[in-house]
């Protein structure tokens, strides 16, 4: 098996790993305060990742530090937007797809903020998103559940993190007030995450500790809650990642970009068997648009996948 087929069954795999992780999230939250949950889960999968990155993680820069950083504190601050979405949403799978727009959004973040060039197509996705979008959110008339608006709101913001974690990844050419360029070294990947999963850790802690009440948690606290807890840190956040990263070191192609989109079906085939959740019509409807602005968002790379595997696919001899 090539190295680009291991790297796309892998990526298969961190969507099932993504998925199931909404499964772990949703049933934790209903036992502990979802800042707090979301606290404990990024540290010990921040701290784990740590481990894996301590080598890496001594030679960084203090601008690299503080790049990784900046990445945490948007990326907690999606976070938290996300658990309360969980937390008060009624369908982890149309939460699913709400969050997904943030793969349309980040063209419209890269552009506003860093004047990045953007394809047509991710003009074409956008009126496509909004109608999946007011499907969901309008079925009712101008009521959108809180739910829905937390998870709309993370989308935004995952977007600008999905943003500043490319950038922060990547090299790039800077030019200062006095108009010297110079090259502006990636943060490598695994000290990257790991100090923004610790970052994210320390944003939800503070967080939850202002809002919530610790002592009921504790004086509550369980076996199974503790089950939830260690699976989705280990398996839904550290796990995840770890596939991820290696998958993405498999190949320089960018097939990756287009199997993420999966995670939001996992997401509500799980959640119609684990929590026995069915959408209607008007839901239903809204997120294939959802999923087919994804899809438009990302023809060109998907083009390109498909044309790539036509032109390796074994020819039945006649």
Not at 38 to 56: E, N, S, T, W
Not at 94 to 115: D, M, N, Q, W
Request: hydrophobic residues 55%; positive net charge.
């Amino acid at each position: 098996m090539t190295d680009a087929r291991k790297s796309d069954l892998l990526l298969v795999a961190t969507t099932l790993l993504a998925a199931v992780s909404w499964m772990f999230s949703k049933e934790a939250v209903q036992l502990m305060p979802p800042l707090l949950f979301m606290a404990v889960r990024f540290l010990i999968a921040g701290l784990l990742l740590a481990v894996v990155a301590h080598r890496h993680l001594t030679r960084i820069s203090t601008d690299q530090l503080f790049r990784c950083v900046r990445v945490g504190l948007v990326f907690g601050t999606a976070m938290c937007f996300w658990v309360m979405g969980l937390f008060l949403g009624t369908h982890v799978g149309e939460g699913a797809f709400l969050t997904s727009l943030g793969v349309v959004i980040v063209p419209i973040i890269a552009r506003t903020l860093f004047k990045e060039a953007q394809p047509a197509s991710t003009w074409l996705a956008i009126p496509v998103a909004i109608a999946g979008l007011a499907m969901l959110s309008l079925k009712n008339g101008f009521r959108p559940e809180a739910g829905q608006l937390f998870f709309v709101g993370a989308a935004f913001i995952f977007a600008l993190y999905f943003t500043l974690n490319t950038r922060a990844a990547n090299p790039r050419l800077i030019t200062d007030r006095a108009g010297t360029t110079r090259q502006l070294e990636r943060v490598p990947v695994l000290p990257l995450t790991a100090i923004a999963l610790l970052t994210v850790g320390l944003v939800t802690t503070v967080m939850s500790a202002l809002l919530e009440p610790w002592v009921s948690t504790f004086q509550a606290f369980s076996v199974e809650l503790a089950w939830w807890i260690i699976a989705s840190a280990v398996i839904g956040t550290a796990g995840r990642f770890i596939v991820q990263t290696y998958a993405q070191s498999l190949s320089n192609q960018s097939h990756g970009v287009v199997i993420m989109v999966l995670e939001p079906v996992w997401v509500a085939l799980f959640a119609a068997g684990w929590f026995d959740e069915s959408m209607g019509s008007v839901q239903l409807g809204g997120c294939s648009l959802i999923f087919t602005a994804l899809l438009i968002n990302r023809w060109s790379v998907l083009r390109k996948v498909l044309k790539s595997w036509l032109a390796h696919a074994p020819r039945s001899k006649i």
